[in-house]
């Protein structure tokens, strides 16, 4: 189980440093296939998923990772649960949220099949 968990970890560290840098090139992380429910709007493949990180009307944001869970999925995937804070422009309030993944292996990489975001107000 560690391997699942430092797996898990070096995919959300790499994909929140990809996010906060150039949403764009998170790309290669999708496929036709893939799914985004954002806030509860879905998107569906690697274009419109795509499409709604880069206008999200913010330049900068700051993941700060409060937990992480990993467990193994069918065909050696990977299920990731992550909760934090976020830290929009300029703002000092950070706004808590959730996001899940799945991991489909490819070669000695992962893409992602499913990607849940929310934020959690309250």
Known sequence: MSDLNNLATQFVQYYYSVFQSDRNNLKPLYRDDSMLTFEGAPF???????????????????????????????????????TGELL????????????????IPEGSTYW??????????G
Not at 113 to 119: A, K, Y
Request: charged share 15%; glycine share 4%; proline share 3%.
């Open 44 to 82: 569906k493949g690697v274009n419109d998923i795509i499409g709604k990180l880069t206008s999200l009307p913010f330049q900068q944001v700051a993941h700060r990772i409060a937990t992480l869970d990993a467990q193994p999925s069918i065909n050696n995937g990977i299920i990731v649960m992550v």
């Open 88 to 103: 929009i422009d300029q703002e000092t309030n950070a706004t808590r949220f959730s996001q899940a993944f799945q991991l």
């Open 112 to 121: 992602v099949l499913n990607d849940v975001f929310r934020l959690n107000y």
